[in-house]
């Protein structure tokens, strides 16, 4: 090994960084490849429900839009490192990470929506957008604006993502509608129903705008593929992007890389997964600002968030579950390679690895259970109502779980000699060692 100029050995061996690169890209070339597959059959069940609006047709369409967020996924863990989901050149923020996955959605401006206390005028107060025009007089559906893939671009003039009218989310509000409660209300003190939202087949048979919320399903969704495709080609073999991230010729270059991967998994752990998709809403009751809150998916949305994680460290790529039994069936593009886990016990660095194992495993406990509660009819808007809110709760658990994880994140980095935070501490406004407490925005 080098001499890193005090005397000892170095911890970084750039044939073994190498290997963790490689693996990296590979998993990340698998799962959006993935995504991108899973994303084009969710636009054939589209056209399908499209040419015979059935009962049948559209449950096919839901069964393949959850199908399409479970590669998905697992592959947040590339973001907050300029990788081609959030850069197009790997220096600007300027990738297509909003258009695909952004939420809370502005569906006031898409279609009808029922106000009450999670959802009332601050949710439809939307500045400068080409469809929001005289609330609710006007919106995408009952207007006569021609839906197209320019128009569904505009989505960044507002200060916040309210008027955010594109990606996988927009197509879960036209497909499930909105998540209301038992009596009907959108208010967070009545009763929750425990499905998701129940929009009537009616809506795309015999209703005058049938038409125009197909059509708009259909362009979000070929807009969707494009933008997904370009994510995947920055990860293929010779993509300019990928021969960029595998290259670490230098210990300093090394070092930077295994800081973008780390970067990754400790941003998306605390700031992102357990603050902004965890706690805001679980802090506040707030139905609206769960993650998947049309279909009651967030489950699966934490769950394999955390697990694109393990992936980073473990080395691995499992595939994913195509018919919602909790298990990965689709493994064609499945990867097994070399990992940071791999890294730490070829380095001698056994003590932090043992510690992130034991995180990680404390972590997948509380996304198990957050998914097994769902499963049995109690799924996350339900978890986070007032009266449930509290220590054994696995919503309070997991945010905490990830929170130390971040933590020993920062330890492998620190391990690795590498300088500079690897948890972004301005990733989210929550204060996750205390889950309870409300964030300030």
């Known amino acids: 090994d080098p001499d890193n100029g005090n005397g000892s050995a170095s911890v970084i061996n750039l044939d073994n960084v190498q290997k963790v690169l490689n693996t990296n890209a590979d998993i990340a070339l698998a799962a959006y490849e993935d995504s991108v597959d899973t994303a084009k059959t969710l636009q054939t069940a589209i056209a399908t429900f499209a040419g015979e609006p059935t009962q049948a047709n559209l449950d096919a369409a839901k069964s393949a839009w959850l199908a399409a967020r479970e590669p998905y996924g697992q592959t947040e863990v590339y973001r907050f490192r300029l990788s081609p989901i959030d850069s197009t050149d790997y220096t600007n923020e300027d990738g297509p990470e909003g258009d695909i996955n952004a939420w809370p959605l502005g569906e006031a401006l898409i279609d009808y929506v029922v106000e009450g206390n999670d959802f009332g005028d601050d949710q439809v107060a939307v500045t400068e957008h080409a469809t929001g025009v005289n609330y609710p007089a006007m919106n995408i559906i009952n207007s006569d604006v021609e839906i197209t893939k320019e128009l569904i671009s505009n989505t960044a003039t507002a200060e916040d993502e309210k008027d955010v009218i594109a990606g996988y989310h927009a197509i879960e509000f036209m497909l499930w509608g909105q998540d209301l409660n038992l009596d009907g209300s959108a208010d967070t003190l009545e009763a929750r129903d425990s499905s998701g939202g129940q929009r009537p087949l009616t809506d ?58 780390l970067t990754g998994m400790g941003t998306l752990s605390e700031g992102e997964l357990a603050g902004e998709r965890m706690q805001i809403a679980f802090s506040a009751n707030s139905q609206e ?107 309070y658990k997991g945010i905490l779980a990830l929170n130390a994880q971040s933590t020993v994140i920062a330890n492998i980095a620190t391990a690795l000699t590498i300088d500079g935070d690897v948890v972004d501490p301005d990733a989210s406004v929550c204060d996750t060692t205390d889950p309870a407490t409300e964030c300030e925005e």
Request: proline content about 2%; some cysteine; glycine content about 6%.
């Open 289 to 395: 600002d769960e993650h998947s809150c049309f279909s009651d998916n967030t489950h699966r949305d934490i769950w394999l968030n955390a697990e694109g994680v393990a992936n980073s460290y473990y080395g691995v790529y499992a595939g994913y579950d195509s018919d919602d039994d909790g298990t990965d069936d689709m493994t064609a593009r499945a990867v097994d390679g070399y990992g940071i886990d791999d890294y730490l016990t070829d380095a001698g660095l056994d003590a932090v690895k043992a510690e992130m194992e034991a995180a990680l495993a404390e972590t997948e406990t509380q996304y198990m259970a957050i998914d097994q509660s769902a499963r049995a009819g109690t799924p996350v808007d339900n978890l986070i109502q007032t009266a449930v809110r509290n220590a054994d709760n696995p919503m």
């Open 204 to 261: 795309f048979t015999s209703d005058q705008y049938a038409a125009r919320r197909l059509q708009f399903m259909a362009v979000v969704a070929e807009k969707l593929i494009e933008d997904l495709e370009s994510v995947r080609d920055g990860w293929a073999e010779g993509a300019a992007y990928r021969a960029a991230f595998t290259s670490a010729p230098d210990e300093a270059t090394a070092k930077q890389k295994l800081a973008e991967i």
